[in-house]
């Protein structure tokens, strides 16, 4: 099956009615998606985040580890236990990443 299954608009959609945090990002760690309940839960618009690389926000201390970057450099699937500060609260998050790779270690999108 070759069709698309969903719209960006439509995905989106189902990402921001997520009542769980949903950051995505592709193998350079850029922020692709990211829903409602992160910017909740994170206190970062989607404006400020969606098309910037993690790792600014780990060098300005948003976040002081990236489960993402971690995956990406491990390239398999990494559990930790992740602090957030921001908007003057900390907000402690158990993340999975759900990073698959390919047998070339590339990034499966």
């Known amino acids: 099956m070759t069709e698309k299954l969903f719209t960006y608009e439509e995905f989106q959609s189902l990402i921001d009615s997520s009542y769980d945090g949903i950051h995505i990002t592709d193998d350079k760690g850029v922020t692709r998606f990211y829903n409602r309940a992160c910017e909740e839960i994170e206190g970062i618009s989607k404006e400020d985040i969606i098309g910037r690389s993690v790792q ?6 948003v976040y002081p580890e990236s489960i ?5 450099r491990q390239k398999k699937r990494v559990n930790m236990f ?3 500060n921001g908007c003057n609260r900390q907000v ?16 499966r999108l």
């Open 68 to 72: 993402t970057l971690e995956a990406i």
């Open 56 to 61: 600014e926000f780990v060098d300005s201390g």
């Open 82 to 84: 992740q602090h957030i």
């Open 92 to 107: 402690e998050l158990n993340t999975l990443s759900q990073i698959r790779f390919n047998s070339s270690s590339k990034l």
